[in-house]
């Protein structure tokens, strides 16, 4: 489906980010994964996806929250690879607390890395997009991009922004052969998410399946954790040419979080 196309996508070296890269590659494109494994790791990891996929792929670390480091990564993959056709922009970090307890440096890292680097992989990827007349932009923002949840605020903020930045995107580009759409998972089962189980059973003093269901996915009808590999399944199809008429659209895969 997307063989010759090359892809980007941040934050790609588990979860989402890898599921998406794992989905793109097995549809025939050449991937730059991106992350902050340790090089050994990284390495085996790029080895093992290309062994698998059969196409080229590329690993580049970079830090998001600084602009120079962000545009880096679109520069490293056209050297790489000659050209880049699909950005997927999954990168993204949280933090849960009280707004009047929420530390400033938090604040500061998450508007970083959820919005602002959004904005310099996007700037740096158009003028190619253009250039060649068809581009994908795939931003994986959240159900919190519609929807808000309580300690929640800045991360609800962020994911606000990027589905805001992903219509304005795809208005300015609608008729470049280029389109930008915000994809919104609920609740996926990745480290990030691992990690706020084990504390919240600490916090409520609950065993961990009662925690998933009775607070981390209390929101979510289901009652069932969307899995990465639906998310992106999705986001193939968005990247393919059956979907070039979809563009500056909020795709939510939430268990019917927001039919509320």
């Known amino acids: ?19 998406v890269a794992r989905a793109l590659a097995k549809a025939g494109a050449k991937v730059m994964l991106n992350g902050s494994r340790p090089a050994a790791e990284a390495e085996a990891l790029r080895a093992e996806l290309a062994a698998e996929s ?3 792929v590329g690993y580049t670390p970079a830090n998001l ?20 056709d699909i950005l997927i922009n999954n990168a993204g970090i949280q933090h849960v607390a009280a707004v009047d307890a ?24 158009l003028p190619g997009m253009k250039e060649q007349g ?15 949840s309580p300690f929640k605020a800045p991360y609800t903020a962020s994911k606000h922004a990027v589905v805001g930045f992903s219509k304005a995107v795809a208005l300015e580009v609608a008729e470049q052969g280029i389109t930008c759409n915000a994809l919104c998972p609920g609740y ?11 504390d919240q ?41 059956a979907a070039k008429s979809v563009t500056g659209s909020v795709q939510l895969i939430d268990g019917g979080w927001t039919a509320r």
């Open 134 to 148: 068809w581009g994908r932009i795939v931003n994986i923002a959240s159900a919190h991009g519609v929807v808000a």
């Open 54 to 56: 059969g196409v080229e």
């Open 65 to 84: 929250a600084d602009p120079a480091s962000a545009r880096g990564l679109v520069e490293t993959t056209v050297a790489a690879f000659g050209g880049l």
């Open 1 to 19: 489906m997307l063989a010759g196309k090359t892809a980007l996508v941040t934050g790609s070296t588990s979860g989402i980010g890898l599921a």
């Open 201 to 241: 059973a600490e916090v409520h003093n609950l065993p961990e399946d009662r925690v998933i269901r009775e607070v981390i996915l209390a929101a979510q009808p289901t009652k069932q954790f969307v899995e990465a590999e639906e998310v992106a399944a999705f986001a193939v199809f968005l990247c393919s040419d």
């Open 102 to 125: 929420f530390p400033d440096e938090s604040w500061d890292q998450i508007m970083a890395i959820n919005v602002s680097a959004v904005f310099h992989t996007t700037k740096a990827a």
């Open 188 to 198: 996926v089962r990745t480290p990030l998410i691992e990690k706020q189980v084990v």
